[in-house]
C-alpha cells in the first residue's frame, strides 16, 4: 500500500501562486496513475487533475484548465500541482490519491479507482 504525504498548501491572494506536492512512499510509484481532488466547506471532493504512470497523458477539471498544472518526477516518488491564477473559489483541502493503471498511458479521473489518499492539504486564496 503507498502512503501519500501533501505539502504546499497555504494563504495566498487572487491572482497568485501555489505548487504543492504529493511525496509517496515505496518502490512501486511509477505503477500508479496519480490525482489530484478538493473537497470545498459543504460540498462533495472534486476532480482538479491527473496523470498516467508514465507521465504521458494529463487530465484537468474543467474548473481549473489552463491555470494549473500537474506533473511528476518518478525517480523522487513525488507528484505536483502548479495553481496560478488562483481565486477565491479554488479554495479547499486538496487531496492526493493514487491508483494502480496496468497501463502506462491511462489517465484516471473518478474517485473510486483511486485506493490511497493523502490526508490533504489546505489552500485558502483570498479576494
Known amino acids: 500500500q503507498v502512503q501519500l504525504v501533501e505539502s504546499g498548501g497555504g494563504l495566498v491572494q487572487a491572482g497568485g501562486s501555489l505548487r504543492l506536492s504529493c511525496a509517496a512512499s515505496?518502490?512501486?510509484?511509477?505503477?500508479?496513475?496519480m490525482a489530484w481532488f478538493r473537497q470545498a466547506p459543504g460540498k462533495e471532493r472534486q476532480f482538479v487533475a491527473s496523470?498516467?504512470?508514465?507521465?504521458?497523458?494529463?487530465a484537468y477539471g474543467d474548473s481549473v484548465k489552463g491555470r494549473f498544472t500537474i506533473s511528476r518526477d518518478n525517480a523522487k516518488n513525488t507528484v505536483y500541482l502548479q495553481m496560478n491564477k488562483l481565486k477565491p473559489e479554488d479554495t479547499a483541502v486538496y487531496y492526493c490519491?493514487?491508483?494502480?493503471?496496468?497501463?502506462?498511458?491511462?489517465?484516471?479521473?473518478?474517485?473510486?479507482?483511486?485506493?490511497?489518499w493523502g490526508q490533504g492539504t489546505q489552500v485558502t486564496v483570498s479576494s
Open positions: 515505496g518502490r512501486t510509484f511509477s505503477t500508479f496513475a
Open positions: 490519491a493514487a491508483g494502480f493503471s496496468p497501463w502506462g498511458s491511462a489517465v484516471m479521473t473518478t474517485q473510486n479507482v483511486f485506493n490511497a
Open positions: 496523470i498516467s504512470r508514465n507521465g504521458e497523458r494529463t
